[in-house]
């Protein structure tokens, strides 16, 4: 193979890399794309991804309302330490999240919420702990999902007074717990942790602690400069809210 034939198929195979990694927000004339992040995993009964399939809330409201402001949906697997950094070069349109749960949220803009998410403990049926206070857990360690962040216990894991294992998959926060004594709880949403338990039917085997530490708006994080669309999204959700269809998609998953 010739030098030249060499360099072009180089060229050739950069050129292809660069399509495939076009940022979202360039789009051809004409093709009203918005390519949501779903992760991997997803993040159900919020985002359930089942190989191509895509449903649960946050997907069924971006699907009622995007085709209302002249956007096709378009769902894009991206790892939960990436989605910032691919949302900010403009990879991805936008991606659920918490305000709370961002590390930088000055860098990005925000939907009005969605859908509450209210975090709790959750405990193996036999055991004696509740929680009230972060003392109840002092010197107990917590599974939690990789990349988030609790500002009410952050001065509690830092200094391991509560210390914390992080995993990447919601439902292995509960095979943990279950399986190994070295874990006392674990930290999920309520309604995320009552649908693992309910598909992987070990729901007589944990409980919820009656006391929630937080309870957040789960909102569209969007690039910083996306004003426009943050402002037409609210009003068709808002829209939404008032028809009753709003109602009609969460009654589908609770």
């Given at each position: ?191 995320v942790g009552k649908w693992i338990m309910r598909q992987e039917g070990i729901g007589g085997q944990l409980r919820s602690s009656s006391k929630s530490i937080s309870r957040y708006g789960l909102r569209l994080m969007l690039r910083r400069d996306n004003h426009a669309f943050a402002e037409a999204f609210n009003r068709e959700l808002e829209n939404a809210r008032e028809s009753g269809e ?9």
């Amino acid at each position: 193979m010739s030098r030249a034939t060499r360099v072009i198929g180089r060229c050739a195979g950069f050129l292809l890399m660069i399509s495939l990694w076009a940022p979202a927000h360039a789009h051809n004339d004409g093709d009203d794309v918005f390519h949501f992040n779903v992760s991997p995993n997803g993040y159900p009964p919020y985002l359930i991804v089942d190989g191509d399939r895509v449903s649960g809330i946050m997907w069924d409201v971006m699907s009622l309302i995007l085709p209302k402001l002249g956007y096709e949906l378009n769902a894009r697997k991206i790892p939960r330490k990436r989605v910032d950094q691919m949302l900010r070069k403009g990879y991805i349109d936008g991606t659920p999240r918490a305000r709370e749960w961002t590390t930088d949220p000055e860098n990005f803009r925000f939907t009005d919420a969605i859908v509450y998410v209210e975090e709790v403990f959750f405990f193996r049926e036999d055991s004696e702990l509740e929680y009230h206070r972060p003392e109840d857990l002092f010197g107990k360690t917590v599974v939690t999902p990789l990349g988030y962040i609790y500002p009410e216990l952050t001065t509690y894991f830092q200094d391991e007074r509560i210390k914390r294992f992080d995993v990447s998959r919601d439902r292995n926060m509960f095979r943990y717990l279950l399986h190994s004594d070295r874990f006392d709880a674990a930290l999920a949403d309520r309604l995320v942790g009552k649908w693992i338990m309910r598909q992987e039917g070990i729901g007589g085997q944990l409980r919820s602690s009656s006391k929630s530490i937080s309870r957040y708006g789960l909102r569209l994080m969007l690039r910083r400069d996306n004003h426009a669309f943050a402002e037409a999204f609210n009003r068709e959700l808002e829209n939404a809210r008032e028809s009753g269809e709003l109602d009609r998609i969460l009654a589908d998953y609770r």
